[in-house]
Nanobody, 125 residues
Framework: QVQLVESGGGLVQAGGSLKLSCACSGC????????????MGWYRQAPGKERELVAA???????NYADSLKGRFTISRGNAKNTVYLQMSSLKSEDTAVYYC?????????????WGQGTQVTVSS
């Protein structure tokens, strides 16, 4: 069973940086496995807004970013490929949201498969 656990959220001042981590247990690198995971990524949901994609990455390192966040946010994957990180810099108050880790067999299925519980990021101005 795939389980995602996020960490690293918290309170930060505007202009500061924060790094989120997401560890996947049960994620398989074997493509024929029912738990095969290729894509991992981050979504966020601010109060009163819909959940939106922040960034995603495949095992091979292909990335996809929300256009508005390119240059400030960087997604990366750990050597074991079952951990994904989100380095956030130059944070703004509008980045305040609950950040959710997501995982799926492929990039096009990300958001429809597995979710973490979410971690709160609050940026104070």
């Amino acid at each position: 069973q795939v389980q995602l656990v996020e960490s690293g959220g918290g309170l930060v001042q505007a202009g500061g940086s924060l790094k989120l981590s997401c560890a996947c247990s049960g994620c398989s690198e074997v493509i024929f496995s029912g738990n095969y995971i290729d894509a991992m990524g981050w979504y966020r949901q601010a109060p009163g807004k819909e959940r939106e994609l922040v960034a995603a990455i495949t095992r091979r390192g292909s990335t996809n970013y929300a256009d508005s966040l390119k240059g400030r946010f960087t997604i990366s994957r750990g050597n074991a490929k079952n951990t994904v990180y989100l380095q956030m810099s130059s944070l703004k108050s509008e980045d305040t949201a609950v950040y959710y880790c997501a995982a799926a067999r492929s990039m096009d299925r990300l958001g429809d498969a597995y979710w973490g519980q979410g971690t709160q990021v609050t940026v104070s101005s």
